[in-house]
């Protein structure tokens, strides 16, 4: 699987130098705990079954175990992979390296190694690629619709919902699980493994990560193996597991305008507390990427949202809006 994540604050913290001094230590340590205080609290008044705000925007709606299981959910993430080595196969040139000119993409490395150190591939492409139109249609393509749709098909849909139900089989076998908050497993175990593989090293040592050529077709192949996924995948549970249209999140009978508030109220909190916990890290590491942490505050409330509605609307309507704003701040200061 190949990482979509840029983080959102890349643009407004681009400039930011930090010094390292006992200081800004404390202050980040202060910060980190704090974020991990507030965020802790959130997700709590999220899984909240008491009558609140959270509940009326995303109302508890029970459902059947969905008709696949763990194997089917491994099936569909192998062909993700099957399909975007494929892709990228058939996209990027062959004689790629023999093409550019060695020198021309080391000065670029070179150049551009400090001021976008660390940042993500596609992040990348939007900052060079800020005067053609059709290099920022195919990165908010990739981000904003292409991201959102295949990653919250593959890890809400597929696997959270074939691990909610192993955890309701379990929950009826097993006396002592019936005291464990329900969606707790599948919802952590879900966004561990979608942190995990976004999971990514600092990459400025590579020229390549910094030609617009070689970026723009990496993100067509990765953009058109998203879209396969998708098609195999509905395809795959519907032909062979006589999946329901509502197993697959979609629901015919509800506002779409509730959902959009829900999801809008509910990305503030969740976008401030990713910037609580991303800042004392950048301080405290700041060769290291420590995208991973607030990407699992982001996955956990997705998962979260989906447990709660079983509706994939407002999970995409949030992880787009999420990539949307990044893609605004990135393309635009």
Not at 74 to 99: R, T, W, Y
Not at 132 to 138: C, R
Not at 221 to 241: C, D, E, N, P, W
Not at 301 to 330: E, K
Request: hydrophobic share 55%; proline share 5%; glycine share 4%.
């Amino acid at each position: 699987m190949v990482q979509y994540r840029y983080v959102f604050t890349a643009a407004l913290m681009k400039n930011a130098v930090f010094e390292q001094n006992i200081v800004n230590q404390v202050f980040a340590v202060f910060l980190l705990f704090a974020g991990t205080c507030f965020s802790f609290y959130f997700l709590y008044l999220l899984t909240s079954r008491k009558q609140g705000l959270f509940q009326r925007l995303f109302p508890v709606e029970r459902r059947r175990p969905v008709p696949w299981n763990i194997i089917d959910a491994v099936m569909i993430f192998v062909f993700s992979f099957l399909i975007g080595a494929f892709c990228f196969n058939g996209i990027l040139p062959k004689d790629f390296n023999s093409v550019q000119p060695a020198h021309s993409s080391q000065t670029a490395a070179s150049e551009n190694s400090e001021e976008l150190k660390n940042a993500h591939p596609l992040a990348v492409l939007i900052v060079k690629g800020k005067e053609n139109p059709a290099i920022l249609l195919l990165c908010f393509l990739t981000a904003c619709v292409g991201a959102p749709l295949c990653e919250e098909f593959l890890f809400r849909v597929v696997l959270q919902g074939s691990l909610e139900a192993v955890e309701m089989d379990w929950r009826r076998r097993v006396l002592p699980l019936k005291s464990i908050t329900p969606g707790l497993f599948p919802v952590l175990w879900t966004a561990f493994f979608f942190a995990m593989v976004h999971w990514r090293e600092p990459e400025t040592s590579s020229s390549l990560l910094f030609d617009s050529t070689y970026l723009t077709y990496f993100f067509s192949a990765q953009l058109m193996s998203s879209l396969l996924t998708i098609v195999f995948g509905i395809f795959y549970l519907k032909v062979f597991r006589k999946a329901a249209w509502r197993d697959l999140g979609f629901h015919q009978n509800k506002v779409v305008f509730t959902e959009i508030k829900g999801v809008c109220f509910a990305y503030f909190p969740v976008c401030l507390l990713m910037i609580t916990l991303l800042v004392p890290l950048q301080i405290l590491l700041p060769h290291a990427v420590v995208d991973q942490v607030p990407l699992m505050l982001f996955a956990m409330t997705l998962g979260i949202i989906f447990f709660r509605t079983h509706r994939i609307l407002p999970i995409l309507l949030f992880h787009s809006l999420h990539n949307t704003i990044t893609f605004v701040i990135l393309s635009v200061f």
